[in-house]
Nanobody, 115 residues
């Protein structure tokens, strides 16, 4: 069973930055396409960034140009650098396998953008 542990969230002012991290327990991490998802109150969870095992990246239009996903296979870790944060980025952020997420999710990390 793969365990996913997210961290790095917090309260930040509009225009600020945060860097999220997610450590996966899987020894097969390097062959997984990984993604960052978010879920805002009252909304469905959405995939906002993905990175393939070949390091190709893709972003939702809402975060394109502001967020950057990266990975370190030696550390079984995927990152999300978030810049120019907006109030609408407020959500719980999760990592999981991109496009076909595992049934089990981590606890997520709360990101709140507010002045």
């Amino acid at each position: 069973q793969v365990q996913l542990v997210e961290s790095g969230g917090g309260l930040v002012q509009p225009g600020g930055s945060l860097r999220l991290s997610c450590v996966a327990s899987a020894s097969i991490f390097s062959i997984l396409d990984m993604g960052w998802y978010r879920q805002a109150p009252g909304k469905q969870r959405e995939l906002v960034a993905s990175i393939t095992r070949g390091y190709s990246t893709n972003y939702a239009d809402s975060v394109k140009g502001r967020f950057t996903i990266s990975r370190d296979n030696a550390k079984n870790t995927v990152y999300l650098q978030m810049n120019s944060l907006k109030a609408e980025d407020t959500a719980v952020y999760y990592c999981n396998v991109a496009w076909n997420p595992l049934r089990s999710w981590g606890q997520g990390t709360q990101v709140t953008v507010s002045s």
